[in-house]
């Protein structure tokens, strides 16, 4: 009981544990372990300082590090939406903490942290708790009483409210989810493959590469069949007249083929030699990451066409400007000894797939804790500061984003951004509870009932103007109001009960588009509501 490593993992042992138990498909998750550190401090057995410091690092440098792809591409194409809905319902929540904090005098520590816990972000607590240890080291640990007080009734309001709130809006989710499906179908159509009889005279004697010039349309020709042969679709195969084309692309652009090319058969060019053949490649050869297509020249170099790729789940055409990135499953079609020369030069390294690279994702974070210690001025005359867990978060987005340091190409596994987030987590609450637990009972009984009711009324504000913005000024429809909700509460809970509301993707992408806008407003309120009540 000595040792601070065998504390800090029973702590999350058995943290983990009560944190798994569900009640009406409610459970604490993570912040189990924060509840189990609070007894542990009460029991003055604390986690050391730098040891929670890390955990922290870890934890919002794979956050920023997922988010980064994603982020500045939904700022760029719907990012006054995503502003509104996350900086609008946080700033109600920042501004309701505020006020209640000086109604019932809660020292400016104890008001960052409630603002934490009323609309559960750990992330902001963290921001809030180095700004606290930077400037009023003393209570540091207020901090977190105020965001495990008013943490648990959060937890539990977003998830019955996402639960009941088909009922309250009186929209059912089957419904929207019917209609969800049908809006992003038509939005991206799946790829479709289609042969077509070449009856055109003025494509009769041109070379595939001469017709995809045309740029006519985005689908990919990938077999030809010509006197019975099916031949792979090289840049110098000629096309005649009667011969059969098969091409792969989304089903409008298949059209713009047809009115190129000629009628559509019922053909599927299958090769009953097993000559010409397709396969699926996976791009995991450092020396491919960051090319593009054209520079690869796999058509020109191996007469092979990469017909389709699928990213992160998503099935697309390529383009010659497209850029390789590690796992990148290629479709490729042609000859079976050129298939093997491609998959040499882009594949075969599959373990690799499987490996860090360490050497920009540390320098990453070195970076990241220099961003956090240049001064921000405040008007005033007051300066703040990132702090070593906001700089490593605006790191991690950015080079998730970009993809490189450098010359350097920054590849974390899924399994090793997961694990880092997961043991950033637990261990940042561990030490987070085991210091907030010395004086929670002390603080909870002298200001327990005002501390508790601020708590719930400023998570109900922030719920109340989350929904109000996504329902009557956007109109979502309910399960992308439940999934965005969960976001403008940071809240992984409230996501799984809104995916659980229907059969459809619907909440995870509303979650995953407003979830970085909440998480970065509020890193920056939590500091502003603890500044402003110092001020």
Known sequence: MASSLFILFLVIALGAGIGAIRVKNVSLGAAGVFFVALVFGHLHKTIPHDVTELGLVLFVYAVGLNAGPRFFSILRSRGATFLLVGLGAASAGAAAAIGLA??????????????CG?????????????????????????????????YPFSLICVVLVIQFMPRLLRSPAKQAAEQYVAEQAAKTPPLEQCAFRVTNPNCAGRTIDEIQGLHVSKAVICRIKHGGLVLPARPDTVVHQNDIVLTVGAPEELAKFEALLGDVVAETLYDPTGNVTSELIIVSRKSVYGKTLRELAAWERFGVVVSRIRRDHVEFTPTGNLTLEPGD????????????????????????????????????????AALGQMPIPLPGGLQTQLGVGGGAFVVGLVLGYLGHLGPMRVYVPNAGKNLMRELGLVVFLAGAGSGAGEKFMPILRQTGPQLLLAGAAITLVTIAVAVLLLRAVLRWNVLSCGGALSACMTQPAGLAAASGLADCDAAAVAFASVYPVALIAKIILAQAVFLIMRW
């Open 329 to 368: 499953v290629l479709r490729a079609v042609g000859v079976k000894q050129d298939l093997k020369a491609m998959t040499a030069l882009v594949g075969r390294e599959d373990r690799r797939l499987d490996e860090t690279s360490m050497i920009p994702l540390a320098a990453g974070i070195a970076a990241g």
């Open 118 to 150: 009323a609309t559960t972000c750990t992330p902001a607590l963290a921001a809030v708790m180095d700004l606290v240890g930077r400037l009023l080291p003393a209570e540091l640990s207020t901090a977190s009483v105020g965001y495990g007080v008013a």
């Open 102 to 115: 000086k109604v019932f005098g809660f020292s400016p520590s104890i008001a960052g942290g409630l603002y």
